[in-house]
């Protein structure tokens, strides 16, 4: 597939087909993922793959956290989001409500335990980073994901990042026994997308680009 084509067509996927994926598959998608640029080389990344009896073990285990703690997905932001920024956010919902009201399903619930649960992905990819890292190399991990997001989708496999995670990250890392010098950074959901769900019907808009550069020239 042409980056171009890859680049235009990929989406988040929110429903996956119960297919395993080969693991020869993952290891190809981590290896064009690793091809990403790092600072100095680095490569400050690290994942964890999670399949079969211990992704549901996993998702189990996340989704009661959930429904004890109820940390929900947010912007993350450090105050409340100016209205031009915030409306980014609401039009992708509105983009999505009618495709979740098809499905019967609750918007918050939809999301929030659809992320605890990977939304039912065979695959979780848990990305990791040596706690020695300054937040700066959150840049390089951000461009892994970049690179794996593509590569997935030209191999035919459908993801969705799920930053939600991380607000379970004591739970995942005594799960999967991840060493407390590791910082759980980001989960990815991979597997083969369910195109015959609504849910994986929409596409998310973007900003013209008059709205996000300027130029000097
Ligand atoms: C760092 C990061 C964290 C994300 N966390 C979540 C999440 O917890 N749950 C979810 O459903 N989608 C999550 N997403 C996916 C975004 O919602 C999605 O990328 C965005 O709406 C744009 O849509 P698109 O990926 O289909 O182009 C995350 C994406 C990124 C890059």
Redesign the pocket.
């Known amino acids: 597939m042409e980056l171009e084509e890859a680049i235009t067509e ?3 996927i ?1 429903a996956f087909k119960k297919d395993p994926v080969p693991k020869e598959l993952i290891e190809e998608v981590l290896q064009r993922a690793t091809r990403a640029p790092s600072a100095i080389n680095l490569q400050p990344w690290e994942f964890v793959v999670v399949m079969g009896e211990e992704r549901e073990r996993l998702g189990r285990l996340l989704l009661r956290s959930y429904r004890e703690r109820r940390t929900s ?1 947010s912007p993350g932001a450090k105050g409340p989001l100016p209205e031009k920024l915030a409306k980014r956010g609401a039009t ?1 919902f509105e983009v999505m409500k009618p495709y979740l009201d098809e499905s019967g399903i609750r918007f918050e619930e939809f ?1 929030n335990e ?2 605890c649960r990977f ?1 039912d992905a065979p695959v979780a990819i848990i990305i990791c980073m040596n706690k020695i890292f300054s937040h700066r190399r959150y840049l390089c991990i ?1 461009a892994a ?1 970049g690179y794996l997001v593509l590569a997935a989708h030209s191999l035919g496999l459908g993801t ?6 991380t607000a379970y990250e004591d739970e995942i890392k005594d799960f999967l026994n991840i060493p407390d010098d590791r910082e759980v950074v ?1 989960a990815v959901a991979l597997g083969y997308p369910d195109w015959n769900s609504p849910i994986n019907k929409f ?2 808009p973007r900003e013209p680009l008059e709205e996000i550069i300027r130029w000097f020239d």
Do not use: N, V
């Open positions: 990929r989406k988040s929110r997905c992708s999301f659809g992320s939304y951000g994901l969705c990042p799920i930053g939600l995670i980001l596409k998310t």
